[in-house]
C-alpha cells in the first residue's frame, strides 16, 4: 500500500510515524512550546520538526488551531499565520511529508501551495469550501470521525454501537471525497479516538481498528498523551509517555498504518520491535543497532 503525498510516496506496508507540531499557544501538550514574547518563533519550531525527521518521522503534522475540549476558536488569518510559514520553512529544509492539521479551505489552498503534501482534517472535510478545496489541492486527504464540536465534543458522547457508527460515517465521507475527485487511493480514514468519545469508546473502538476501514483503505491513528490515558491509567500529560506506546504497538498490531505522536524516537523503537516480531524481514535487523 502506498500514498502519493505531493513528492514523495509513502510505503505504508510498514506503519509510518507522523510527528506533531502544534503551532498554538493552547495545545494541551505542546502548546505555547514554539512562542516567544507571545509570537511563534520559527526558528523553534523548525528546529523540533528537525529533531523529529532525525528521530525517523516520516511525516510532519502542523497544527494551527487546537482541537482540545473547551479550545477557544480561531480567525482564518490566524490559523493562516501559524501554519503557512511554517510550511514553508519545513518544506525548504526538510525532507519529510508535511501534513497539515486544518479544517479552513483557506489554510487547505495556502499550505499546498506551500509544499504541503497531506491534508488532515478532524471535521472530515465539512466546513464551507474545504472538500473542494481539498479536491482542488490534488493532494492525500485524512478524514476524521468526530462526535459534535471540540467545544463541547466530551460532554455526554453516546452510540448504539460506536463501531459500526463511527465506520459508517467515515465510509460516507469517504464517498464524499471520491465524489469530489479525490480518488479512493488518496484518501485515509482517522476514527478520531478521544473525539467525541468516552474511554469505553476509545477502547472499543482499538479492539476492533481493523473493522473500521477497507483493508485497502489506510488507517491514521492519535492516540498520544491523550487524557483517556491520563484517566486509565491516573497519569498527567508529561507521565503518559508508557501508556501511548502501548497504545502504539496496539494500534500497529490491529492494522493503523499512519501513527500521530508526540514522542517519535520512542515510538520508533516500539514500531520496529513490533515489526520484528510481527512482520519477520519488513525491518532490517540492523536498524536496531
Known sequence: MQLVCGKTTLDLTTPQVMGILNTTPDSFSDGGSYY?????NLDIALRRAEQMCAEGATLI???GESTRPG???VTEQQELDRVVPMVEAISRRLDVVISVDTSTAAVMRESAA???GLINDV???TRDGALEAAAAAGLP???MHMQGEPGTMQAQPEYGNVVAEVREYLMQRMGACIAAGIPQNQVVLDPGFGFGKNDDHNLELLRHLSNLAPADVPLLVGMSRKS???RLLNREVDERLPGSL??????AQRGSHIIRVHDVAATVDVLRMQQLVDAPGAVPVETLK
Open 36 to 40: 516567544q514574547g507571545g509570537n511563534l
Open 61 to 63: 503534522d502542523i497544527g
Open 71 to 73: 479550545a477557544d476558536p
Open 114 to 116: 506551500a509544499g504541503a
Open 123 to 125: 471535521r472530515a472535510l
Open 141 to 143: 486527504v485524512c478524514v
Open 228 to 230: 483517556m490515558v491520563g
Open 246 to 251: 502501548a497504545l502504539a504497538m496496539l494500534s
